[in-house]
């Protein structure tokens, strides 16, 4: 239990830096919070890969790292796309 936990959180950094190198542009979203959607990314993809039977197989699950990354990529995108919305940047107002 403690292990999957460490490795969720290990899998999790390094496919949520992943997302970021990957999509283009600036995001403006934390260290931290990248950390968090990465890890929610790894145990989201640790699951839907044991739902369809390619999670625990010989050496490297690259399928069930891959499927990682690219659910880290989506939500990368989405928490700094919703970041971007917010704030009082020039020429907006609070109401």
């Known amino acids: 239990m403690i292990g999957a936990i460490v490795s969720a959180i290990v899998i ?50 690259w399928l069930e790292h891959i499927l990682q990354l690219v659910l880290a990529v989506i939500g990368v995108s989405i928490v700094a796309g919703t970041a971007k919305g917010r704030g009082t940047g020039r020429g907006r107002t609070t109401t």
């Open 12 to 61: 999790g950094a390094i496919v949520g830096a992943l997302a970021r190198l990957i999509l283009p542009g600036r995001q403006n979203m934390s260290i931290g919070l990248t950390l968090i959607v990465g890890i929610v990314a790894a145990l989201i993809g640790t699951l839907i890969a044991q739902l369809f039977g390619f999670a625990d197989t010989r050496g490297i699950d």
